[in-house]
C-alpha cells in the first residue's frame, strides 16, 4: 500500500466497547487532497473510526499514522488536533454563549499556549480571514450575535467554519448535511470540495445524493469493518453493498433515506 | 436589549464605586462620620470580595465548581497571620519569638517552617504563591484525568474537610482549634490604632479594585474567551487543539492566588484567624455569595460577598439561631429563583414580565428543540431552568 | 502434687502456730488478741491470712477501716450502726439485754502502716471463699495479678473447691500464673505448656517477665515460644475485630450510598441532604422510644420495630416531598442541585436542632445490648451484626427491585436513556419521585440503625456523608456493584488505618489517609471503578 500521500493511515485498529467490537482490525487511509465518503449501515463505526483519529477513542489494538510517522493512539485530543486534525460533529458544538466572531476567533490557528492567549491580540491579516470565511459562511452579517441564536443550519455552517479556519490538514465530519434543507445541503457540497482543493477531507453520511454528488471515493463500513471502497458507482454496483443495505432502504435512492 | 447602553451604565456604575471605596469611605472616616469599627467591618468584607473575584474566574467563568476554596483562603490568611503572631510574641528561650500557644504545648524551640515568617516580605509572598501552588498541585492530579465537574466539586468538599481536620489538630504547631490569635502590631504599627486599620483598609480597597482590574482584563482577553469555551463546550475546545488542563489549572491557581490574597487582607484586619474558617461550611458561602451576587459577572461577587457578610453580622447579633436557616434558604431561593443573582435581577424581572405577558395572551407553539441535548455531568450555563427559549 | 501443696499448707500451719506460740486449734478470741498487740499483729495477720477461714472476714475488715476495739481483755467491732459487736457477730448488750455502750477502758487497735496490704490480701484470700461467684472473681484476678507467691496454697485449696463453671478456669489460670514464679523448674515449665495451650493474654506480662529471669535453656526456648503464639494470635484476633468494625461501618456506608448512587445516576442530582436524611432517621428512632417510654412502658423494647419500617416511611415521605417540590426543576444539572440539597441540608439540621436540642441518645432494645463472644477477648455486639445484616436485607432488596421488578426496569431505563424511556410510555416523573424517595428512605432506615450504636444530634449526617460521597466517586455513579465494592473498600481501609495511626488523632488521619488514596485511585481510574464505557451518538458536550 502506498504510504506517499496519505494523510492518515489506520493499520488494524479494533475498537470495543464493553464487548461490543465497534471497529475490527480496521485497515484504512485517506491520502492528501481527497475528499472521500464514510457510508455505511447505522452501528458500522463510521463515527467510532472518526473518533479514533482525533483521539475521542483510543483502540485497542493498532496504528493511527498521521502524516510521515506520528503515531496517534499515543496524543491527546488537543495535541492531535493542533497537528492537523479538525473535526465536525454530527450535532453542532459552537460556543453558544460567544459571539460568532469569537468563535472563529477561537478556531484560528495561532499558539495555544497560556501566554499566548493572555497577551496575543488579533492582527489584520487573521481579522480579514475571520471576515472572509464568515462571508463565505453568508454568516457576516451576524458576526456579533450570539453563536446560539443561529439556526440548525447555521449552527453547521459554524461549525464548518470554525474547522475550516482552523486550517487542518485533514477534515473530519459527521453528517454536516444533517437537517438541511436541499439548498443548504447543495451549499455544503460546495464548502467541502473549496475545503478539499487543498486539504483532505473525510465526511460520513447517509445521505447517497450528497456523497454522489461531493465525493471522489468511497468507502462502505460494515459492523466494524471494511467492506468495499471504489467510486461511487462501484459502490453502488457491489452486491454486498446492496445485500447489506437491504431492507433498510436502497442506497441509490434519490430522495433522502435515512436508515 | 441595548448592549452599548447598559455597558456604559456600568462603567459609571464601577467607577462609582470604585471611588467610593477607596475615597470616600477612608474620608468619612477621618472626618469622624463613619467609625472605626464600621471601616474595620467594611475592610473585612471587601477582603472577602477578593475571595469572592477568584471564585468568580473559575466558576462564572470557567465552570470550574471548587468547594474548597476556603483552603486557600485560610493557606493566606495563617501566612500571615504568623507572621503577626511572631511580631506579637515574646522572646523564648532561644531568643527567637516563639508564639504562646507552642510554650502552653510544650514546644520550646521554634519550629524550621516557623521561621522564615518571620520575615513579612516572605510572609506576604507565601500567602500567595502557597495557594497558588497547592491549588496548581491539585488541579494537576484531578484536570489532567479528566475528573468531571461534580466528582471534582465533591473532591475538593472532602479536601477542604480533610484540611480542617488537620488544621484543627496541635501537631501542625499551628494553634489548634483556637487558630492564630491577638496580633498585636503589623510592622511596627500597632494593630488597635485607628490609622493602622485606616491604612489596611486602604490596602484593602486597592487590592479589590486592582484585583478586579485584573480580572477584568482578564476575562476581557483572549484568555476570557478560552475560559468561557471551556465552561461550555470543554470537548469542543480540545478539538481546537487547546490544552484545555493547563487552563484549568491555570485558572485555578490564580483564584488560588486570589482567595490568599483575600486571606492575608482578613487576617490582620479581624486579629485573629483560626480552623473555622477553612473547612466546608465558608467554601460553600463562598459559592452562595457570588451565586446570590451574580455569577461571571465580577461585580456581582462583589455585590454577593459584601452583601451577605454584612447581612450575617446585622442578623446573627440579633437572630443568630436563624441564621443556618436563612443561609440554607438563600442557597435554595439563589439557584431556583434567582439564578442569576442580583445583578441580573433586572433581566431577570424582565423574563418574567414577558413570561406573564405570553402566558396570558398567546399560545406558544413548541420552540426549536434543544440543540445541545440534555447536558448530564458537567456544568452548565447560567440559564435560568425554566427557559427553552433562544 | 496438690498432696504436695496440703502438706506444705499443714506445715504453714504448724509454724504459724508455733510462731504465735498457740496450742493446737486456733480460738478466734486468742488470735484476736494477738492482733491487738503490735509486736505480734504481723505474724498474726500472715496466720490469718494462711487459714483463709470466712469467719475472720469481719474483723479483718473492721481492723482495715479502724473499727477495731479492744475493751476489758474483749475484742469488739464497731459496726456501721454505731452499736458495738464481738467478734462471732453478737451485739453487745447490758445485763437488761440492751445494747451497751462502753466508755472507760476502751482501746482502739491501730493496725501498723507495714500491716496494711498483710489485711488487704487476708481480706482477698477469704474472699475466695466467698459464696458469691463474682466476689470469687474479683478476688482471683486481683491475687493473680499480685503474683505473690504466698497465696499459692490457698488458691489451690480454692480450686480444690470451687465447682462454679465460670469461676474454675479463671482459678486453673491464676495458680498457673504463680507456678510461673515457683522454684520448681517442673512446675513453671507445667504452667508454660499451660498457656501454650490456652493462649491467654493475661499471661503475656509474667511469660515476658520469667523470660528475663529464667535460666533454663529448654524452658526459655519453649517461653519464647509460647509468648510468639501468643502475640499472633492476639494480633489475628484484633485484624478481625478491625475487620468486623470496618464492615460494620461499611454496612452503614452501603445504605447511604446506595441511596446515592442510585439518585445520583437517575436524575443526576447530587444530593447534599442525604446525611440529614440519616440524621431524620436516627431522630424518628428517639421519637418513637420516647413516645413509647411515656405512653407504653411494658413494650419499650418494641418501640424498635415500628421505628424502623416507620423511619422509611417518614423519611421516604420528606425525600418525595423535596423532589416534587424542589428537585424536579434540577434535573442534569448536578452542581446546581448540589448547592440546592445544601442549604436544604443546613435548613433542616438547623430546624432540628432548634427544636430537639443538641443531644439525644436512643437505648438499643435489650436483645440488641451485649454481644457474640467469638474469641476470646473479641466481642460482635449484636447491635452491629444486627446492622450488617440489615444492610445486607437493604442489598437484595434493592437488587430485587432493580432488576427483577418492573419498576426496576423502568428505573435502569430512565438511567439509561431518558427521552426514550418516555416514549415508551414510563412516567418519568413518578420514576423519578419514586427513586429518590427510595434512597432517602434508604437512608432515614440507615439512620434509625445508626441510633443503636450512635449519639442522635444534629450532626451525624455530616458525619457520614464526605465518606458517602468518596463511595459513589469510587464506585462508579448509578452502579450498585461498585457501591458494594467501594463501601467495603473504604469502610474496612478507614478501620484497619485508624489502629496503626497511633495518638488520638487516628480517625482523623484515617480519613486523610482514605481521601489521599481516593485521590490516587482516580489518577489511575478517573471514573471510578467501573467507568461507563459507552458508544456515544451525541456530540461534543459531556
Known amino acids: ?259 | 436589549m441595548s448592549a452599548a447602553r447598559s455597558w456604559k451604565r456600568r462603567l459609571l456604575a464601577e467607577i462609582m464605586l470604585g471611588a467610593l471605596l477607596i475615597i470616600g469611605l477612608p474620608l468619612l472616616n477621618a472626618l469622624g462620620i463613619l467609625s472605626d469599627y464600621y471601616l474595620n467591618l467594611f475592610g473585612k468584607y471587601l477582603s472577602l470580595a477578593i475571595l469572592a473575584l477568584g471564585m468568580d474566574l473559575i466558576w462564572g467563568y470557567t465552570g470550574i465548581l471548587s468547594l474548597g476554596q476556603a483552603i486557600f483562603f485560610g493557606l493566606g490568611a495563617y501566612s500571615v497571620g504568623m507572621h503577626l503572631m511572631l511580631e506579637s510574641s515574646g522572646k523564648g528561650v532561644y531568643g527567637e519569638p516563639i508564639p504562646d500557644f507552642m510554650i502552653w504545648n510544650r514546644v520550646f524551640e521554634l519550629p524550621l517552617f516557623w521561621k522564615p515568617y518571620q520575615h513579612l516580605f516572605f510572609a506576604f509572598l507565601s500567602s500567595l504563591l502557597l495557594p497558588a501552588l497547592v491549588a496548581a498541585v491539585i488541579g494537576f492530579l484531578t484536570f489532567r484525568r479528566r475528573v468531571g465537574g461534580t466528582y471534582f466539586a465533591i473532591l475538593t468538599q472532602a479536601i477542604a474537610y480533610a484540611v480542617w481536620l488537620m488544621f484543627n489538630r496541635n501537631e501542625l504547631k499551628l494553634g489548634g482549634t483556637n487558630g492564630l490569635t491577638d496580633f498585636k502590631s503589623i510592622m511596627g504599627f500597632s494593630l488597635s490604632d485607628p490609622g493602622t486599620l485606616r491604612g489596611l483598609y486602604l490596602v484593602t480597597a486597592l487590592c479589590l479594585v486592582g484585583s478586579f482590574l485584573c480580572c477584568r482584563w482578564l476575562v476581557r482577553s483572549k484568555m476570557g474567551l478560552v475560559l468561557t469555551a471551556i465552561r461550555d463546550q470543554e470537548q469542543r475546545l480540545r478539538f481546537l487543539g487547546y490544552p484545555v488542563a493547563t487552563y484549568k489549572i491555570f485558572s485555578f491557581a490564580v483564584a488560588g492566588a486570589l482567595a490568599g490574597l483575600a486571606g492575608a487582607l482578613y487576617a490582620p484586619q479581624v486579629g485573629i484567624i483560626t480552623p473555622s474558617q477553612i473547612g466546608v461550611l465558608p467554601s460553600l458561602e463562598i459559592v452562595v455569595w457570588v451565586a446570590t451576587g451574580g455569577r461571571g459577572t465580577l461585580v456581582g461577587a462583589i455585590v454577593g460577598a459584601v452583601g451577605i457578610n454584612a447581612a450575617r453580622s446585622v442578623l446573627t447579633a440579633r437572630y443568630p439561631e436563624w441564621w443556618p436557616i436563612i443561609l440554607g434558604g438563600l442557597f435554595v431561593g439563589v439557584v431556583i429563583v434567582f439564578p442569576e443573582g442580583v445583578i441580573g435581577l433586572p433581566q431577570q424581572l424582565g423574563r418574567w414580565g414577558r413570561w406573564m405577558r405570553v402566558w396570558l395572551f398567546e399560545r406558544r407553539g413548541a420552540g426549536p428543540g434543544s440543540v445541545g441535548g440534555s447536558q448530564r455531568g458537567i456544568e452548565t450555563s447560567k440559564r435560568p431552568m425554566l427557559s427553552e427559549e433562544d | ?542
Open chain 1, 1 to 259: 500500500m502506498e504510504k506517499h500521500g496519505t494523510i492518515v493511515y489506520l493499520e488494524d485498529v479494533t475498537v470495543n466497547f464493553d464487548g461490543f467490537q465497534a471497529l475490527r482490525g480496521v485497515n484504512f487511509y485517506v491520502d492528501h487532497g481527497e475528499l472521500r465518503a464514510l457510508i455505511g449501515p447505522n452501528g458500522a463505526g463510521k463515527t467510532t473510526l472518526l473518533d479514533t483519529i482525533c483521539g475521542k477513542v483510543k483502540p485497542e489494538r493498532g496504528r493511527i499514522v498521521f502524516g510521515a510517522m506520528t503515531d496517534l493512539t499515543r496524543l491527546e485530543e488537543h495535541e492531535i488536533a493542533a497537528l492537523g486534525v479538525g473535526r465536525k460533529f454530527q450535532t453542532p458544538a459552537v460556543f453558544k454563549n460567544l459571539t460568532l466572531l469569537e468563535n472563529l476567533m477561537l478556531s484560528l490557528p495561532h499558539r495555544r499556549n497560556i501566554f499566548s492567549t493572555l497577551f496575543g491580540s488579533l492582527t489584520p491579516q487573521q481579522t480579514d480571514r475571520i471576515a472572509s470565511t464568515l462571508e463565505i459562511l453568508g454568516l457576516l452579517e451576524k458576526a456579533h450575535q450570539k453563536a446560539g441564536s443561529l439556526s440548525h443550519g447555521e449552527m453547521q455552517w459554524l461549525e464548518i467554519g470554525m474547522v475550516m479556519i482552523q486550517d487542518p490538514q485533514l477534515f473530519l465530519l459527521d453528517e454536516p448535511v444533517a437537517g438541511m434543507t436541499g439548498g443548504e445541503r447543495e451549499k455544503t457540497g460546495e464548502l467541502l470540495k473549496r475545503m478539499a482543493q487543498d486539504h483532505a477531507v473525510l465526511v460520513v453520511e447517509h445521505d447517497m445524493e450528497f456523497v454522489r454528488q461531493t465525493a471522489q471515493k468511497v468507502t462502505v463500513l460494515h459492523e466494524g469493518m471494511v467492506l468495499c471502497e471504489g467510486s461511487v458507482e462501484r459502490v453502488q454496483g457491489d452486491p454486498r453493498v446492496i445485500e447489506v443495505y437491504l431492507g433498510r432502504g436502497h442506497p441509490v435512492d434519490a430522495h433522502d433515506s435515512r436508515p
Open chain 3, 1 to 542: 502434687m496438690v498432696r504436695r501443696i496440703y502438706v506444705l499448707l499443714l506445715c504453714w500451719l504448724a509454724i504459724g502456730a508455733s510462731f504465735a506460740g498457740r496450742a493446737a486449734a486456733d480460738s478466734l478470741e486468742d488470735s484476736a488478741r494477738a492482733l491487738a498487740i503490735p509486736e505480734t499483729q504481723r505474724e498474726t495477720l500472715a496466720h490469718i491470712r494462711d487459714l483463709g477461714d470466712p469467719a475472720w472476714k469481719d474483723a479483718l475488715q473492721a481492723l482495715k477501716e479502724g473499727a477495731l476495739y479492744s475493751w476489758k481483755g474483749q475484742l469488739l467491732i464497731l459496726d456501721e450502726s454505731g452499736t458495738f459487736k464481738d467478734l462471732g457477730g453478737n451485739p453487745l448488750l447490758d445485763a437488761s439485754g440492751q445494747p451497751l455502750m462502753p466508755e472507760a477502758d476502751l482501746e482502739q487497735v491501730p493496725l501498723e502502716e507495714a500491716n496494711i496490704s498483710l489485711v488487704q490480701r487476708a481480706l482477698d484470700v477469704i474472699a475466695l471463699f466467698d459464696p458469691n461467684p463474682k466476689t470469687r472473681q474479683a478476688a482471683i484476678m486481683k491475687l493473680a495479678n499480685l503474683a505473690d507467691a504466698s497465696v499459692m496454697g490457698l488458691l489451690v485449696r480454692a480450686l480444690e473447691r470451687e465447682r462454679n463453671p465460670v469461676v474454675q478456669p479463671m482459678l486453673v489460670e491464676a495458680v498457673a500464673r504463680l507456678r510461673l514464679s515457683d522454684p520448681d523448674p517442673l512446675l513453671r515449665a507445667q504452667a508454660v505448656k499451660f498457656f501454650s495451650e490456652t493462649r491467654s493474654e493475661a499471661a503475656l506480662v509474667p511469660l515476658k517477665a520469667l523470660l528475663e529471669r529464667e535460666e533454663e535453656a529448654a524452658l526459655k526456648r519453649a517461653i519464647t515460644q509460647v509468648i510468639g503464639e501468643i502475640e499472633r494470635y492476639l494480633l489475628f484476633r484484633n485484624a478481625v475485630g478491625y475487620v468486623f468494625n470496618g464492615l460494620s461501618l461499611a454496612s452503614i456506608l452501603l445504605i447511604m450510598s446506595l441511596g446515592l448512587a442510585i439518585t445520583f445516576g437517575l436524575m443526576g442530582i447530587i444530593n447534599m441532604a442525604h446525611g440529614e436524611m440519616l440524621m431524620l432517621g436516627s431522630y424518628t428512632a428517639y421519637v418513637i422510644q420516647e413516645f413509647f417510654s411515656s405512653h407504653l412502658p411494658a413494650q419499650q423494647d418494641y418501640f424498635f420495630f415500628v421505628a424502623l419500617p416507620l423511619s422509611l416511611l417518614v423519611v421516604g415521605g420528606v425525600g418525595l416531598v423535596l423532589e416534587r417540590g424542589l428537585l424536579r426543576f434540577l434535573y442534569a444539572r448536578p452542581l446546581e442541585s448540589l448547592l440546592v440539597t445544601w442549604g436544604i441540608g443546613m435548613l433542616l439540621q438547623q430546624g432540628v436542632r432548634l427544636y430537639f436540642g443538641d443531644q439525644t441518645s436512643v437505648n438499643a432494645p435489650t436483645w440488641f445490648r451485649g454481644g457474640w463472644e467469638i474469641m476470646a477477648g473479641l466481642i460482635f455486639p449484636y447491635s452491629r451484626l444486627f446492622i450488617i445484616a440489615l444492610s445486607l436485607l437493604c442489598l437484595g432488596v434493592v437488587y430485587l427491585l432493580l432488576y427483577r421488578s418492573d419498576t426496576g426496569l423502568k428505573i435502569r431505563a430512565v438511567m439509561q436513556n431518558r427521552d426514550i424511556a418516555g416514549c415508551m410510555g414510563v412516567s418519568t416523573p413518578r420514576i423519578d419521585a419514586f427513586t429518590f424517595a427510595l434512597g432517602t428512605a434508604l437512608a432515614g432506615l440507615a439512620g434509625c440503625a445508626l441510633s443503636l450504636v450512635g449519639t442522635v444530634d444534629p450532626e451525624v449526617g455530616k458525619t457520614y456523608i464526605v465518606d458517602s460521597f468518596m463511595v459513589v466517586v469510587l464506585g462508579g455513579v448509578g452502579k450498585v456493584l461498585g457501591t458494594i465494592l467501594a463501601s467495603l473498600g473504604i469502610g474496612v481501609a478507614n478501620k484497619l488505618l485508624e489502629p496503626s495511626i497511633s495518638g488520638t488523632a487516628a480517625a482523623v488521619y484515617a480519613k486523610v489517609g482514605i481521601l489521599l488514596l481516593v485521590i490516587f485511585f482516580l489518577q489511575l481510574r478517573p471514573t471510578g471503578l467501573f467507568p461507563a464505557r459507552e458508544r456515544s451518538t451525541e456530540a461534543v458536550g459531556r
